[in-house]
Each structure stands twice: as structure tokens, then as C-alpha cells.
């Protein structure tokens, strides 16, 4: 999807004793088609029953950002974890140190809750383990996690290769609670060889279904 060429031109703004904004046809010069860019969808990957869901393919120095997009993803097992992680092209044991911190929004189904805090027990500290995204995630059949990643630079060999989160879920705490869980992850992998291949699967047990898109942006 081309960004589109919109037409700022005709703004303009009168003297500010007249506090009004109008338009005219005088040409300014500036359009978003300037500032350039495009996002082109790479791969959709649907689970069933899976325990890895890999994106290998499309991967090259043509894409300064990839964007995953999580549609519906559903445990197979109460109370895990939607993690990831990435590797290069000469290392296929998705272990990449990585540096991140984690903070959550949550409110229970009751009314109960209502807290925004900083979570270190998800944070990571070079850690070469696969990273949470979306924590204790409830398996009821109509609980899901949405959401989405973006990734930056993946194919430099200059700079580390920084990275955020945000993603919306159904999670439990146990008891059978529920909870309206919002997740927030940033962090960056800590190497400056091109990331060729990202990973995403459950903490423990199966994606029991949903929809993971990759899309790159030039």
C-alpha cells in the first residue's frame, strides 16, 4: 500500500487577528508524496494447532522497518506467553542478546484494577532467551491477543536494531480473574549484523489459531 500523495497546498492561514483558518489554491509546495515511503504485506502466516510460526522469506536490505501485525492470536495453554525472537543469517538458534523493558495498563472484568505500571519481571537484560510480548494470556475459547511490532534497521550492519510493541489481550491471573491487559515492549537486539529470520510461539504449548501479517516499508 503506496502512501498516498495528499495535497497540502491550498492550506493557508490568515493574519492571526481574524483567528480562521482557510483554503486557497495557492501552492505551497509541500505533500506527503515528499516525505516518500511505501508498506508492501510480505507474509500471512494462520496458525493451527502450531508451534512455531517463522518468517524466513522476504527478508533483505530493501525494508528499513518491518511491521508484524498480530490478529487474534489464541493459546492453546492458560495463562502463557505470546514470545519472539530473531536471528542472521548465520545463526538459526533464535538467541540474539536483547535488552528491553516492559510496562502494562489492566483493568479486571469486574472493575477492579485500573493499574499502569512498570513490570521488571519482563524486562530482559541481554538476554538471549525468547522475549514476552503478551503475558499470561487466557485460553477461553473467546479469548484472544491483538496487536503489533515494529522492528527498525533490520538489515544494518551499522547500528543495533531497536524495536517496540504494543498489544491488547484477555489475560487471567489465576484465580480465574480476567483481566483487559494492555502490553507495551521496546528494547533492542543487540547486534549489528542483519536480522534475516524472526520466530513467534507461545511460552509453553501451541498458537491454537490466529494471524500474524509481515509487511515491509521502504
Known amino acids: 500500500m503506496a502512501l498516498s500523495k495528499v495535497d497540502f497546498n491550498n492550506i493557508n492561514v490568515t493574519p492571526a487577528a481574524s483567528k480562521k483558518l482557510k483554503w486557497n489554491s495557492s501552492a505551497n509546495g509541500f505533500e506527503t508524496g515528499d516525505v516518500g515511503g511505501s508498506m508492501v504485506l510480505l507474509s500471512t502466516q494462520t496458525a493451527s494447532s502450531s508451534a512455531t510460526i517463522d518468517f524466513t522469506s ?95 534497521e533490520p538489515s544494518s550492519t551499522t547500528f543495533v536494531k531497536h524495536f517496540f510493541s504494543v498489544n491488547q489481550s484477555m489475560a487471567e491471573d489465576g484465580s480465574g480473574t480476567k483481566y483487559s491487559m494492555s502490553n507495551q515492549k521496546a528494547g533492542y537486539f543487540n547486534t549489528t549484523t542483519a536480522l534475516t529470520r524472526f520466530r513467534f510461539k507461545m511460552s509453553s504449548g501451541n498458537i491454537d489459531a490466529g494471524t500474524i501479517k509481515m509487511y515491509g516499508v521502504t
Do not use: M, W
Open 58 to 152: 522476504n527478508i533483505d536490505s530493501t525494508y528499513k522497518e518491518y511491521i508484524f501485525k498480530f490478529i487474534d492470536i489464541h493459546p492453546a495453554t492458560n495463562r502463557e506467553y505470546l514470545v519472539f525472537q530473531a536471528d542472521t543469517g548465520t545463526n538459526t538458534n533464535y538467541n540474539i542478546a536483547a535488552t528491553t523493558s516492559y510496562f502494562q495498563a489492566y483493568e479486571t472484568e469486574a472493575g477492579g484494577g485500573g493499574v499502569l505500571a512498570y513490570n521488571t519481571n519482563h524486562d530482559d537484560a541481554q538476554s538471549t532467551s525468547f522475549l514476552r510480548l503478551a503475558v499470561v494470556q487466557c485460553a477461553d475459547n473467546d479469548a484472544s491477543c491483538v496487536g503489533v511490532l515494529h522492528i527498525f
